[in-house]
């Protein structure tokens, strides 16, 4: 098994939609970057790709490049989903706690389980999505949104030495 973290964070701005684990949701801010800026997500593949030993999402997908501007996040997850296949990795789990001030989340949890779920081929129960607050403490959870995301990858072959 291989374990691997990620963290993320974007700016809310006005005039962006909010979309979080693939999920849309209604608020008058959204989150600044260029692609969706699905801070969830990114976490998530931060995550996946520490596991792989595969380094982080910013190597593989640059902000400078041209055609991941305004790209759904969930585009790039299937990219990372196919760096594993590749290397015989499958999800064992993961984890992501989403750390906003507003808007309330809850009501939210349940869809964007599914929606990762679905995008990442697996059974809902090997994904979970929670969030939080920071109680007004953190200036961070005020003025954006962030993610902390762990992943459990399984080789689904075995390694063989030296080879
Ligand atoms: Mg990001």
Same mark, same amino acid.
């Not at 692609?35 to 699905?38: L, T």
């Not at 001030?101 to 989340?105: E, Y």
């Given at each position: 098994m291989r374990i691997g973290h990620g963290y993320d964070v974007h700016r809310l701005v006005p005039g962006r939609r909010l979309v979080l684990c693939g999920v849309e949701i209604p608020c008058e801010l959204g989150l600044e970057g260029h692609?969706? %800026?699905?801070v969830a997500v990114h976490a998530l593949m931060d995550a996946l790709l520490g596991a792989a030993g595969l380094g982080d999402i910013g190597r593989h997908f640059p902000d400078t490049d041209e055609r991941y501007r305004g790209i759904s996040s969930l585009r790039l997850l299937d990219r990372v989903t196919e760096l594993l296949d590749a290397r015989g990795l499958r999800l064992g789990n993961c984890d992501i706690t989403i750390v906003a001030? %507003?808007?309330?989340?809850y009501r939210y949890m349940d869809e964007m389980r599914r929606s990762l779920a679905a995008r990442l081929g697996c059974d809902p129960g090997r994904v979970n999505v929670k969030a939080t607050t920071e109680e007004h403490l953190g200036q961070v959870s005020t003025l954006g949104i962030a993610a902390h995301a762990v992943a459990l990858l399984e080789e689904a072959v075995p390694r063989i030495k030296n080879l």
């Open positions: 692609s969706d %800026a699905d001030q %507003a808007p309330k989340l």
